[in-house]
């Protein structure tokens, strides 16, 4: 794989999980034993990638103590005889390089990619969302698939990763227009942000993950703002598609389903399913889960 460059945006406010998000970044939540963001690296580390470049913001300075490597733990750790939770730590010796940007004013995931230009130049790169994971804990190789296809074929500048969604939730997402049928893989002829339920050409949405050709900048440049201000990348790349450059969009399958850690509802729902899959905890979360549902004593 030639592609080895990631990009995982990671600025935006998350006002939606406020006060969780007061003073920590909503990318470093816990769901399950690990934090959002560790999933989405390790997941992009697993699929090739060897340069990652995160877009961080005001109050996400935890994101960069978290990759590093803690030599006062580890030492602390052997010191205490607690050898055991050193495993806990192998992640911080992944083949990763990291890389540090700051967005300075949160514009708009869009603009968050743009502020990537400088370092990125000419070069072919991932985009993955800090808090979005793909599949139960993270085990999906779409990435992997998605630069694959990128790399057979020159005159595609954009591949989307994109999840099927109930056809009344449409409005939340950037949507696809295919072109022709649909299969696994399929011709993108456009993407619409946040359509409404009449007007969305599908129920395929934006799932989180893209490969891009240094083209996107170009289109980035030329996006205008939306109403609220924020430079949207779904409309930079319906800009790219729109003027004839070539797109690809792979559909995620059944059993990779898109966790995107935006809101109460789906960040509950993702802790609750990565927990009862933990191979330790689970059995036990199941049992005492049901318990409170047949007792009752909740407000279920
Ligand atoms: P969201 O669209 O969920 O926006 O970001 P947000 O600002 O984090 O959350 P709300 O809407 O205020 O609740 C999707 C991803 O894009 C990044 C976020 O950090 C998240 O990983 N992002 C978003 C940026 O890096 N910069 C931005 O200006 C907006």
Request: proline share 6%; net charge negative; charged share 25%.
């Amino acid at each position: 794989m030639a592609i080895d460059l990631a990009v995982v945006p990671v600025a935006g406010i998350g006002t939606r999980l406020l006060p969780a998000t007061k003073s920590q970044p909503k990318e470093m939540l816990p769901v399950g034993r690990k934090p959002i963001v560790q999933y989405v690296v390790e997941e992009l580390a697993q699929s090739g990638i060897k340069r990652l470049l995160f877009i961080t913001g005001a109050s996400k300075t935890s994101i960069e103590n978290h990759f590093d490597i803690n030599a006062e733990l580890i030492q602390y750790l052997r010191e205490t005889g607690r050898e055991e939770q050193l495993a806990a730590l192998d992640f911080e010796r992944q083949d990763v390089q990291y890389f540090y940007t700051r967005q300075r004013r949160p514009l708009g995931l869009g603009h968050a990619v743009l502020c990537a230009r400088p370092l990125i130049m000419r070069q072919d790169f991932v985009v993955a969302l800090g808090d979005s994971i793909i599949g139960l804990h993270a085990q999906s190789r779409v990435v992997e698939q998605m630069v694959e296809l990128f790399e057979n074929d020159r005159d595609v500048k954009v591949v989307v990763a994109f999840e099927e969604v109930p056809r009344e939730h449409v409005a939340r997402y950037g949507i696809a227009r295919p072109k022709g049928a649909v299969d696994d893989v399929f011709e993108l002829e456009d993407v619409i942000e946040k359509p409404t339920v009449e007007e969305a050409p599908s129920n395929l949405a934006v799932a989180a993950r893209y490969v891009f050709a240094p083209e996107i900048f170009d289109a980035l440049e030329r996006t205008a703002p939306d109403r609220r201000g924020e430079i949207q990348l779904t409309d930079a790349i319906s800009l790219l598609l729109r003027e004839g450059a070539r797109g690809l969009g792979v559909r995620l399958p059944p059993s990779e389903r898109r966790y995107d850690i935006g809101n109460f509802a789906s960040y509950f729902e993702a802790f609750v399913e990565f927990a009862l899959a933990d191979p330790d905890y689970g059995p036990g979360l199941r049992q005492h889960i049901e318990r409170l549902l047949s007792e009752g004593t909740t407000q279920c």
